[in-house]
């Protein structure tokens, strides 16, 4: 069964220091990955993808997230963590079960990242 | 921009009463969905259209029913609305594979069912 999971419910990190958000997943075949924020009160917004090629993948906002095939992970990160950067984030991957290639997506619990100032 | 919107913020029915949220999307996507949004438990797909009158059920169908009559619009029914269908409730739209695989998300409805 395709799964995605993040392990952290929460992460804190201070202003100015590097942030990691975790994910892994689970999918037959080729994983199309993605991340999601989702700030207080709005709907999703796209962060970034990995769909093949470069194992590092960079997206909005000073985002960037690496890809190992090794153990299956798909790791958000970012340098320098802002306040405003404070949100919640989701991982997602393609759903390749039943009718395959539909567009359909499985997304994590979602981890919320808290940045203190 | 894509635009993806929800006939509203904020809703509050009573149990029994039926209740519709609507999605509109302007940017001619072939697929839309609707999915729940609760603490713990991310995102779970309700059902999943893919054409004009196309559905298919998603994870949690139950209780739940849809419409489809133009491409650009996409409706969640819940015939009998229930305390525990207080909820976030999402809208997404995007093109089908393999033009793109992103979905684009409205602003959401929380609807609590008193």
């Known amino acids: 069964a395709q799964s995605v999971a993040q392990p952290e419910d929460q992460v804190n990190v201070a202003e100015g220091n590097p942030l990691t958000v975790k994910c892994t997943y689970s999918v037959s075949g080729n994983p199309y990955l993605f991340w999601y924020v989702q700030y207080p009160n709005r709907g999703l917004q796209f962060l970034l993808k990995?769909?093949?090629?470069?194992?590092l993948v960079k997206g909005s906002y000073g985002f960037e997230a690496e890809f190992n095939k090794s153990q299956t992970s798909f790791h958000l990160k970012k340098p320098s963590a802002l306040v405003s950067d404070s949100a919640l984030y989701f991982c997602?991957?393609?759903?390749?079960?039943?009718?395959?290639?539909?567009?359909?997506?499985?997304f994590g619990q979602g981890t919320t990242l808290q940045v203190k100032p | 921009d894509v635009k993806v919107t929800q006939s509203s913020r904020y809703l509050v029915k009573r149990t029994g009463e039926k209740v519709f949220l609507e999605c509109v999307q302007d940017?001619?996507?072939?697929?839309m969905f609707w999915y729940r949004q609760d603490p713990g438990l991310g995102l779970r797909l309700i059902y999943f259209?893919?054409?004009?009158?196309?559905?298919e059920k998603g994870d949690i169908p139950e209780g739940y029913s849809v419409s489809r009559e133009k491409k650009e619009r996409f409706s969640l029914i819940l015939e009998s609305a229930s305390t525990n269908q207080t909820s976030m409730y999402l809208c997404?739209?995007?093109?089908?594979?393999?033009?793109?695989?992103?979905?684009?998300f409205g602003p959401g409805t929380r609807l609590t069912v008193t």
């Open positions: 997404a739209s995007s093109f089908q594979p393999p033009v793109s695989y992103e979905q684009y």
């Open positions: 940017m001619d996507h072939e697929n």
């Open positions: 990995y769909i093949t090629g470069d194992n």
């Open positions: 259209s893919y054409d004009v009158k196309m559905k």
């Open positions: 997602a991957v393609r759903d390749v079960g039943g009718a395959s290639n539909t567009g359909k997506l499985i």
